[in-house]
């Protein structure tokens, strides 16, 4: 690793004659909310110096700068991440995106949109379902930054049908660390003109380049949703059902596994009652078509499967209230469950004919060490959600036991031919465990790419992995 | 570049032992068929040895013991493409991967397939179908081999609904130029975990490792085909209706456009005849799924839409041989037009709703040169096919005509937010052009990432770019 400096009053100063005094926060109290994200219990840093670049020339200005005196530069988003990317480790300078947030265009024949990577995701539905058109990703959080969103690769609920973000990323401009400005890919979606740095890009958490502009695919938008609600007497039941449903070329959107004890914690946290919530586990799917017709029809065939494969019930929600519900149930599971002693998130993505086999060893492990783990997630592909509890320890306890119980959860997730991040990234937090699902030649071919990239390996320094 | 040495006779005999005489081929006559491509007019080299590795490890002993004595290695697959990527222009070693032609499963479950790269795709095609799955991308040729169309990058009629072949491979197995053997990405969508090397793989044409075994994504087979054949008085009313056709949320899964010239070259080349041969151009649209019903409805409300825009009549034919018979004459339309007098095969891709512009630029830098060229393409996703005629024309007079005749069509796609190849990739023969699309700043950044999978260049060198 290189030798960082410090920030001096003098570069300082620089920044902000380059950048304007508003645009450069130095104060410990105003930096604040630039040293965490949203993880269940992040380590804070506080950086040396927030910069808040307006467009892309003093994004590169910045880069160079910084280059050239050797700082440390973070980039960050919206804050949103839960693996500690976006959290300056190393002080030096974050380079936050949030005034980078215009919507530069909306092209309705070719169905794209081209925006500023902090633009919130809510504004980009807002903005292209105005005009009749439609992102269908929801990674779980209006509030991200679509940049974060690329920068992790961020995938989600819908990912069953849409799959993820980088399946929609078609072009980038980026600064690279040294401050030359790239352009990648454009308003196409086919490209066989040398490396695809679009898709290089795309989840290297911010370790490679500042992502400044960003082209998306858009759809039409689905004319109707559906929302069903299954009941299972156990989660080995539910989660064997994923792939006879999907076998029946059926419109799911989304395929979510439940189990009673989030049922609970979400429940009690959001003062509301789920319907069937006596039974021990669930499958929650969204479909989506053209017509009401269509997609009832298409409930209506998963729950045939369902019931012939030992689900209880099916509850198909009539009133759009009871629809928002149930979402609204899966949506704020994560904020529940953090409120509630959630003390890590671990997203291991496996095979989707491997979960019940997946859950069935984080049962085993959290019982060994004594550690409840909720478990919930997208059971159409693969992605489950593991949150360990830190309930009835003490922080010296738990703290001994969670870097062994992660270190056996992600085992078991590479052991069914898995691997251990399926959206969130492995920032800071997850770092150390890379090398579970990769070869120690193959994190050193990564770090000449990051070396190709970014010779002083100031970017984001100490994220995805270490040099070897 | 790199010090390369010549193959001796001490390294035929070590490969020898290694592979097995029967494959490493040495004689000229049996190296010829491994010395050109499918292009119009390749420029054929004979390697100084082919070799055919069984398996992963022997390909790793092949690249480690070259890349330790300098020999060029130039993989290959089916030695369909188009730019010259397969043909080994520095001599040395062609690494044909025909004999790793294994499917090694069908995963019903988790709907994916995982192949050797020497599997055709007419094999793919049926074992697949054989189980009730699906891949939908038809790249042109069903003699090409998987992994050719995983190291191009290949598109295809379909990609206006199912993108291009980086959309379906979800893992490889690679061997880098030192003899490494990687594992990227695996049975699951979703992947956060570090750079994507899978999709940097893809489509990098044999220049930065060898890759070995696929793990592509499949699908439940459609239902339902129609076929949609649309005449309209010109060419440009044609392709201004393409974008209308796509906002109207139907299943469409290619859009082709097609002129009089292409239409009279194929009549005549296959001996047939097409329904309302006499206008001037046409879009041929292929509507996919889940019932009869819903592809016919979608039919109808296409013509309707193309019945606004402009076109005279629309041919929705009812037999399954007029359908055949529509298709058959669109996929042979390559080797008609290369039998009748094609020259090269230019691939450019532009934003679709440029596709009009970009033809009309082209027609006329066509007639400054005096030099024939018949527009085809991909009309629902900007891929547009250029087929410069060298008619009328001695050798001399095309060979100095051709390269200007190719800078300025590059230049005008590039000026309409396109770029040079979609989906043949660049081989030998159009690295030339890429600084047309790119800076030289970004060459050397891809100069850099080639050098951090292969230090000694010898996997397919001279190609894609030169180094600065």
């Known amino acids: 690793m290189s030798e960082f400096k410090p920030v001096t009053s003098h570069v300082v100063k620089k920044l902000r004659l380059l950048l304007g005094k508003e645009n450069v926060l130095t104060q410990q109290e105003e930096m604040k909310p630039y040293s965490y994200d ?12 927030v910069v808040k670049p307006r467009d892309t020339t003093e994004v590169a200005k910045v880069l160079a700068l910084a280059n050239e005196v050797r700082i440390p530069v973070t980039p960050r988003g919206g804050g949103t991440g839960l693996s ?23 092209d309705e024949d070719n169905f794209m949109v081209v925006v500023e990577p902090g633009v919130l995701l809510k504004d980009l539905y807002q903005a292209v379902e105005s005009r009749g058109l439609y992102y269908p990703l929801y990674t779980g959080e209006k509030s991200a930054h679509i ?18 973000t980088r399946n929609f990323v078609l072009g980038l401009e980026a600064v690279l660390p040294t401050g030359q400005v790239v352009r990648t890919g454009g308003k ?28 998306l695919r858009l759809i039409t938008p689905p004319g109707w949703q559906e929302v069903i609600f299954i009941p299972f007497p156990g989660l080995h039941q539910a989660i064997k059902a994923v792939p006879e449903i999907l076998k029946q070329a059926v419109p799911v959107m989304g395929l979510e596994f439940l189990e009673k004890d989030a049922i609970d914690i979400v429940e009690k946290d959001l003062g509301l009652e789920l319907p069937f919530h006596e039974h021990d586990a669930f499958l929650l799917g969204i479909l989506e078509g053209n017509s009401k017709e269509e997609v009832y029809q298409a409930a209506t065939r998963v729950a045939e499967v369902c019931t012939k494969n030992g689900a209880i019930d099916v509850y198909i929600p009539m009133s759009a209230r009871a629809r928002r519900k149930l979402l609204e149930a899966r949506e704020k599971l994560y904020p529940a469950l953090k409120r509630t002693g959630a003390i890590e998130v671990i997203d291991v993505v496996v095979p989707r ?14 019982q060994r060490y004594g550690m409840p783990i909720v478990a919930t997630g997208h059971a159409g592909d693969g992605n489950v959600h593991l949150q360990p509890m830190g309930r009835g320890m003490d922080g010296g306890e738990w703290a001994t036991k969670l870097p062994r119980v ?31 699902a990769m070869s120690r030649e193959q994190i050193d071919l990564m770090a000449r790419l990051k070396r190709a990239f970014d010779p002083n390996y100031i970017l984001n320094p100490g994220k995805i992995f270490d040099e070897g």
């Open 188 to 215: 196409f979606v086919k490209c066989s003109t040398a490396y695809d740095l679009t898709q290089l890009l795309v989840g290297s958490e911010g370790t490679l380049a500042v992502i400044t502009e960003i082209t």
């Open 406 to 436: 992660m270190e056996e959860v992600y085992r078991a997730g590479v052991s069914l031919g898995g691997t251990i991040s399926g959206e969130h990234g492995l920032g800071f937090e997850k770092k150390k465990y890379l090398e579970i």
């Open 147 to 164: 940049g974060g969103n690329v920068a992790t690769n961020a995938g989600g609920m819908r990912a069953v049908k849409y799959g993820v």
């Open 38 to 49: 949203e993880a269940p219990l992040p380590k804070p840093h506080i950086p040396e110096l």
């Open 353 to 366: 004919s491997q979960i019940a086999n997946f859950v069935a060893m984080v049962k085993d492990i959290s």
């Open 84 to 106: 500690g990317g976006a959290i300056p480790i190393l002080g030096g300078i974050v380079l936050s995106l949030e005034k980078m947030n215009r919507i530069k265009e909306i």
